[in-house]
């Protein structure tokens, strides 16, 4: 049975993960409020939820097309293509990628 004063490699490699974590999160959420990149961000129609987190995407121009216009767009340099077009984006005032409200808002319920 492993006592307090024992080493376990893979305890400690996921202590060390689930710390790094956690700090990524802190410092996501410091950049999302201090938002130093507003001007740029708003003149392409992203929230900061979508512009300060890093996406996954591969290496390979993709076809896409508007969610809401449905007009098929510019390939795009990578998969992570967005949701939107610009226009649609601007003129629904909703993220380019994830169709949030922009700026983020929300909604009062009503009962």
């Known amino acids: 049975m492993p006592t307090v004063g ?3 490699p893979l305890a400690e490699f996921s202590i060390e993960i689930a710390t790094c974590v956690a700090v990524s999160a802190l410092e996501r959420a410091h950049r999302m409020i201090e938002d130093r990149s507003k001007k740029e961000r708003l003149a392409r129609g992203v929230c900061p939820a979508c512009w300060y987190n890093s996406e996954l995407s591969g290496q390979a121009f993709t076809d896409w097309s508007c969610a809401a ?3 098929r767009q510019p390939d795009w ?3 992570a293509t967005p949701t939107l077009c610009t226009p649609c984006g601007k003129k629904l005032k909703l993220c380019v990628r994830c169709c949030a409200r922009v700026p983020l808002r929300v ?3 009503t009962k």
């Open 107 to 109: 909604r009062k319920r």
């Open 69 to 71: 216009c449905h007009a």
């Open 77 to 79: 340099p990578n998969t």
């Open 6 to 8: 024992d080493r376990n």
